[in-house]
């Protein structure tokens, strides 16, 4: 067969197997664009764990009618300006709306506060509609349906509702800890709800929504911990060594506000705890670190959750320093057993 280029249809579906894996890709996606919007309330409904639909309703920027097309094209973002090293949004590869539209039925309504009629686009399994006048709220509501329709291959490999549920309550949870300011609600077809009061982010409000997601026994629980080294801070709160758990599912972390799985976090953790827990016991904890965004690579996946430190070396030492140090002042370790 000659040598020819893709369609826009294939390029994006191969774009999604990257960026959307499943159900709860979709709500991390559609929370981070109504987060970068800058909205005060997210809105998500969802039904069969998010393969039936993921509706994430925002009271955010809003989008412009003649930009609403360019919202579900490849590579095309309001965020990223020049400069790879500097990202400050959740988003900016301009790649989740068209990956979505090509594997589902995507529906997007938005209106701007400036204007006062709403637009609408749909993309079904990559085919894209001409905007047009709907009826909306100010902001943005986007609407997925039928996730995986258009790739049965990827739909076979999905586990079940409760499962899929269960990953997208996770999501939630990680995104809301670090936007306290923001309301957050959830509703799917079971009855495990969410919902995240938004509280005042200056006051003690990140403790407030800490104990909204995690439950009020954590921070009755949990010691706080705040150190600097050489220009990276830490922060956060670690549960006492009595107050721990089975799996390492509660161990949130974030890198400059953007919530991130790393293995040298989870690493580090694990280090600073090994003389006071059991190898088979995991430790509750929240914690932000805030660098110099020259400093750490957020480029690494698609999906973003990984993160590569220019100094991984600093980063683990001041997590296991930090920790340790937290311990033996709250008398739960002995200052002396263990080198950081
Ligand atoms: P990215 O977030 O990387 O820019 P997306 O495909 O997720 O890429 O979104 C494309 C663009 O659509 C965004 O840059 C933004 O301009 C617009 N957009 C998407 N969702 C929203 C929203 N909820 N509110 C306002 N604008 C949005
Ligand atoms: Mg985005």
Do not use: W
Request: proline fraction near 4%; glycine fraction near 8%; aromatic fraction near 4%.
């Amino acid at each position: 067969m000659a040598i020819h280029q893709l369609s826009e249809t294939m390029i994006n579906q191969i774009a999604a197997g990257e960026v959307i894996e499943r159900p709860a890709s979709v709500v991390k996606e559609l929370v981070e664009n109504a987060l970068d919007a800058g909205a005060g309330r997210v809105e998500i409904v969802t039904a069969g764990g998010g393969l039936n639909l993921i509706r994430v309703s925002d009271d955010g920027s809003g989008i412009a009618a003649d930009e609403l097309e360019l919202a579900v094209s490849r590579h095309c973002t309001s965020k990223l300006s020049t400069d790879i090293h500097d990202i400050r949004s959740l988003g900016f590869r301009g790649e989740a709306l068209p990956s979505i539209g090509s594997v589902s039925r995507l529906t997007i309504r938005s209106r701007m506060a400036s204007s006062d009629a709403a637009v609408e686009i749909r993309v079904e399994g990559g085919t894209v509609s001409a905007t047009r006048p709907a009826a909306s709220n100010r902001g943005t509501s986007v609407e997925v349906r039928d996730l995986f329709f258009a790739t049965p291959a990827r739909l076979k490999f999905m586990k079940g509702e409760r499962a899929e549920t269960t990953a997208i309550n996770d999501v939630v949870k990680r995104i809301a800890i670090a936007f306290p300011g923001v309301r957050f609600s959830l509703s799917g077809s079971d009855r495990t709800a969410l919902e995240f009061p938004e509280v005042d982010d200056a006051a003690g409000g990140r403790l407030q929504r800490i104990a909204q997601v995690m439950g009020a026994e954590f921070p009755e629980n949990s010691i706080p911990i705040d150190a600097v080294r050489e220009g990276v801070r830490l922060a956060g709160h670690v549960s006492v060594p009595s107050y721990s758990r089975a799996n390492a599912l509660q161990q949130y972390a974030y890198v400059n506000g953007r919530p991130v799985r790393d293995k040298l976090i989870g690493a580090a953790i694990r280090g600073a705890y090994a003389d006071v827990l059991p190898r088979d016991r995991n430790a509750v904890t929240v914690l932000f670190l805030t660098l110099d965004p020259a400093h750490v690579d957020v480029n690494v996946h698609p999906a973003k959750a990984d993160v590569r430190f220019r100094d991984p070396g600093l980063v683990r030492g001041l997590i296991v320093g930090a920790i340790r140090e937290a311990l033996a002042k709250a008398g739960l370790r002995s200052a002396t057993t263990g080198a950081a």
